[in-house]
């Protein structure tokens, strides 16, 4: 390939990555020694999460929902928020939040997958509660971090050309992979019969966690955007922050172009 060709292809490459990784780049400062775009873009996405962090988390079961049922198999995906009373793991508390939000479908039998979605820049000691509660009690479950920040940018804001070159890189949410593990682990009997349930959760089990059951929701359950990102405010009570809405739209875009999904629908 020509060595002209780089530069462009470097140029590509950076505007694919730049919805995600804006706000990790650049100087502090900029010329006139104020804070740069990039401080700013950091800045606000920490305050985005700063009403999740001015109190412990606690388990809340009104925001426990079932999400899907495995088929043929006796798992269920469920999504809440995150699974702790004064610091430590609420496995009772958990259960039982479970249990009556699945109703009749709660399996006799059941192992726990615990699918976090905090990150550990700034949630790192609840992150570590969870993964040492799992690590003490493996024949209860297991846990999976996988940490979900949004988007920085609006794909609205992009020309279609544009756009559909962005959406070729999965950004920092990984989005696909952790949908396809999800929807494999539901729909996976075990070997030994018992029931995998799992949970998905952030702190507040509103935002990230609503962004990413709203994905699974259409890519897997056949919803249309319009649906999934209603029935997320609907759990919340209220709007997703941007960044979530955010991270929304782009999926909702690579669902619809890249895949031709029919039933993604408008986005606005």
């Known amino acids: 390939m020509p060595l ?11 505007l694919g990555l730049f919805p995600w990784i804006t706000a990790c780049s650049g100087d502090d400062k900029d010329d ?20 999740e962090r001015l109190s412990s988390p606690r388990l809340d079961p ?11 198999t006796p798992n269920l995906l469920m ?4 699974p702790l009373e004064n610091g430590r793991f609420a496995y009772d508390g958990l259960v039982a939040a479970l249990r009556a ?16 979605l905090m990150n550990e820049i700034v949630e790192g000691d609840e992150v570590d509660v969870e993964r040492r509660y799992w690590e003490a009690h493996p024949d209860r479950g297991r846990f999976i971090h996988h940490p979900i920040f949004g988007a920085l940018t609006d794909p609205a804001d992009y020309p279609s ?6 959406e070729r890189w999965s950004g920092l949410d990984r989005m696909d992979d952790l949908l396809r593990e999800l929807d494999s682990m539901l729909n996976t009997a075990a070997s030994d019969g018992v029931a995998q ?41 209220r709007s997703l922050v941007r960044f979530s809405r955010y991270g929304t739209a782009w999926y909702a875009h690579k669902l619809a172009d890249r895949l031709s999904l029919p039933t993604i629908g408008p986005i606005p």
Do not use: K
């Open 32 to 51: 006139r020694d104020e804070p740069s775009e990039a401080s700013r873009d950091r800045d606000e996405l920490g305050r985005s999460y700063g009403p």
């Open 161 to 166: 050309a544009l756009r559909r070159t962005v």
């Open 101 to 116: 939000a699945a109703g009749s479908d709660w399996p006799e039998r059941f192992r726990i997958v615990d699918v976090c």
């Open 197 to 237: 349930v799992l949970f998905v959760h952030c702190r507040a089990g509103r935002d990230r966690t609503g962004q990413t059951i709203a994905s699974y929701d259409m890519r897997y359950q056949g919803r249309s955007y319009r649906e999934a990102i209603s029935n997320a405010e609907q759990v919340a009570g």
């Open 4 to 14: 002209a060709s780089f530069p462009r292809r470097r140029a590509i490459a950076a």
């Open 79 to 82: 999504r809440g928020n995150a």
């Open 62 to 72: 009104s925001l426990v929902r079932l999400v899907a049922r495995g088929n043929g």
